[in-house]
């Protein structure tokens, strides 16, 4: 399986608390719900794709918890996205977590790096990752991803957690498809190219 990150943050590169006012308010952020406003149809019809396409998922607790609690109290039939989550295998990278309660899910603990190789080595098209910051930089950094979309929402919000660390290892990219949405969300996806080339 291609193991692919789907990314929504803003052009700031922030990533925290994109779904609700409310949503992940550590570290006294307080300008959550910045991408609900700028996925429009066309954009949202990507997106409940893009779920479809998969064979199964990957998450960090953060997002997993969250998920499930939204995603996974939907009725069958209700939403795309819920139908491909609960049809699908859920897999959860963390060592804080210790019951996953969602129907179909399974705790990735121990050597993550090579229960991961080991997941990509399977048969299957896409192992997809959506949002999990934290786990997508890890992955980077770990050289585990095929590809990298970052769905770049208009809205600069000035604080928040980053996608990219301010000091974190450095990454050519090369850019694999792009298109834009009427409300201004542009869809970027980059495999990765191992270490830039610097000018001399």
Not at 85 to 90: A, D, E, I, Q
Not at 136 to 146: F, I, P, Q, S, T
């Amino acid at each position: 399986m291609k193991l692919m990150t789907f990314t929504q943050v803003t052009v700031d590169g922030v990533v925290q608390g994109n779904g609700g006012r409310d949503e992940n308010r550590s570290g006294g952020f307080e300008r959550g719900g910045w991408a609900r406003t700028v996925f429009d149809e066309q954009a949202m019809a990507l997106v409940d794709q893009t779920y479809q396409r998969a064979d199964a998922f990957l998450f960090g607790r953060r997002t997993y918890e969250l998920f499930a609690r939204y995603w996974g109290a939907k009725a069958p039939g209700t939403s795309p996205i819920a139908d491909a989550l609960r049809s699908r295998p859920k897999y959860v990278a963390s060592t804080t977590l210790t019951d996953p309660q969602w129907t179909g899910s399974t705790l990735l603990s121990g050597d993550l790096a090579s229960s991961l190789r080991d997941l990509k080595a399977a048969p299957g098209g896409e192992l997809q990752v959506h949002g999990s910051g934290t786990l997508v930089r890890w992955l980077l950094a770990n050289d585990l991803v095929d590809e990298l979309t970052l769905l770049v929402c208009p809205v600069i919000v000035g604080q928040g957690l980053r996608l990219f660390p301010q000091d974190g290892p450095d990454l050519a990219l090369e850019l694999i498809d792009s298109r834009s949405f009427p409300k201004g969300v542009a869809v970027l996806t980059y495999r990765p190219g191992g270490r830039p080339e610097y000018a001399a």
